[in-house]
C-alpha cells in the first residue's frame, strides 16, 4: 500500500536548478546588500551554496487533490532560510520529492 502525502509529514526534496539558482541569488543579494537594515526586524538569508540535486528534507503544508502526489513544500535549507516549492509531484528527478527510506 502506497503512502499518500498528508499535512505534516516529512519528505525528501531533490533541488531543480532553477531552485538553486534562486536560492543562491537571494544569499547573494544579502551578502552585498549595504547598509544592513539593523533594528528593522528584517532577517537576512545566510547559508551554505545550494546545488541541483542536493536533497533537503521538507515539510508538507499542503495537499492539492488526494487524487494526485502534487504538494506545496517548505523545504529546509543549509542556512537560516526555507524554500516554498509549490506544485510539487512525487518522484527521483530534480524539483519533485520521495519518501525518506525506512531502516
Same mark, same amino acid.
Given at each position: 500500500?502506497?503512502?499518500?502525502?498528508?499535512?505534516?509529514?516529512?519528505?525528501?526534496?531533490?533541488?531543480?536548478?532553477?531552485?538553486?539558482?534562486?536560492?543562491?541569488?537571494?544569499?547573494?543579494?544579502f551578502e552585498h546588500r549595504t547598509p544592513?537594515?539593523?533594528?528593522?526586524?528584517?532577517? $537576512?538569508?545566510?547559508?551554505?551554496?545550494a546545488a541541483e540535486g542536493q536533497v533537503?528534507?521538507?515539510?508538507?503544508?499542503r495537499v492539492w487533490n488526494e487524487s494526485?502526489?502534487?504538494?506545496?513544500?517548505?523545504?529546509?535549507?543549509?542556512?537560516?532560510?526555507?524554500?516554498?516549492?509549490?506544485?510539487?509531484?512525487? $518522484?527521483?528527478?530534480?524539483?519533485?520529492?520521495?519518501?525518506?527510506?525506512?531502516?
Amino acid at each position: 500500500m502506497a503512502s499518500s502525502p498528508t499535512v505534516g509529514r516529512t519528505v525528501l526534496y531533490r533541488l531543480s536548478e532553477q531552485d538553486s539558482r534562486d536560492i543562491n541569488r537571494r544569499r547573494r543579494d544579502f551578502e552585498h546588500r549595504t547598509p544592513v537594515l539593523d533594528g528593522t526586524g528584517f532577517v $537576512g538569508r545566510v547559508g551554505n551554496s545550494a546545488a541541483e540535486g542536493q536533497v533537503c528534507a521538507a515539510t508538507v503544508v499542503r495537499v492539492w487533490n488526494e487524487s494526485t502526489d502534487a504538494v506545496n513544500l517548505q523545504v529546509h535549507l543549509d542556512g537560516n532560510d526555507i524554500l516554498w516549492a509549490t506544485s510539487r509531484s512525487q $518522484g527521483d528527478d530534480p524539483g519533485q520529492w520521495a519518501w525518506p527510506e525506512v531502516s
